[in-house]
């Protein structure tokens, strides 16, 4: 049974780039949520898709926007990069009608110079 | 606004030691805890999940306790190894408009030496 998938593991791009990060799910998941994590820091939640539609956000600009697919994968899309957001991007997924548990993929990490 | 803090940051042990990690969160009306473990630029690995419900999970030689009222939660490691090196995150889920997000601590980053 895969678990998460998260690709690219790595990348490097300059400010003012955009980047598109995937997600694939772990199976029988319909949920997919996006977290960034800042060196030494805990992840902060981005935002979850459900049902292809964004159920929730955080403390986020418009800059990061997402979108989920008819199969439950989902991209994370940011604009206009930073020089702060280079950070681990990690994907999680959960099954709305089960016990609320999140599984983690390996994230992307994004170096923005 | 729920804020979770993990102390200490880092810890340093013999191997074959009993450890406990603390997590404590400061809104009490949580739907759930989880712990996570995460090994140097990977991601989580969830160890442990405790519904509101329940007091204690046990995993293996993990064992994670709740406290509601207290707002606290704690991870208990039998016998730590050289492979429990790692850090180790709590994350809290709060009912309500914020129920599809879990907020973390930071870490507290374990050191167990041979």
């Known amino acids: 049974d895969a678990g998460v998938t998260q690709s690219p593991t790595h990348l490097i791009k300059t400010r003012g780039q955009q980047v598109t990060l995937r997600c694939s799910p772990k199976?029988?998941?319909?949920?997919v949520s996006w977290y960034q994590q800042a060196l030494g820091q805990g992840p902060q939640f981005i935002f979850q898709?459900?049902?292809?539609?964004?159920?929730q956000r955080g403390n986020f600009p418009d800059r990061f926007s997402g979108h989920q697919f008819p199969n439950y994968s989902s991209e994370l899309n940011v604009n206009a990069l930073l020089l702060g957001d280079s950070a681990l991007y990690l994907c999680a997924s959960s099954d709305t009608g089960a016990t609320g548990e999140l599984f983690f993929g390996e994230g992307s990490r994004l170096t923005v110079l | 606004k729920q804020e979770v803090t993990q102390i200490p940051a880092a810890l340093s042990v013999p191997e074959g030691e009993n450890l406990v990690l603390n997590c404590s969160f400061t809104d009490s009306a949580i739907y759930n805890l989880q712990w996570f473990r995460q090994d140097p630029g990977k991601g989580l690995t969830s160890l442990l999940l405790?519904?509101?419900?329940?007091r204690e999970q046990t995993s293996g030689r993990l064992n994670a306790s709740l406290d509601k009222s207290s707002g606290r939660s704690t991870l208990y490691i039998a016998a730590s190894q050289p492979g429990d090196s790692a850090t180790y995150l709590c994350?809290?889920?709060?009912?309500?408009?914020?129920?599809?997000?879990?907020?973390f601590g930071s870490g507290t980053q374990l050191t167990v030496l041979p």
């Open positions: 994350a809290v889920k709060t009912p309500g408009g914020s129920a599809r997000q879990l907020t």
């Open positions: 898709y459900y049902e292809e539609e964004e159920r």
């Open positions: 199976s029988g998941h319909d949920t």
């Open positions: 405790i519904q509101s419900s329940q």
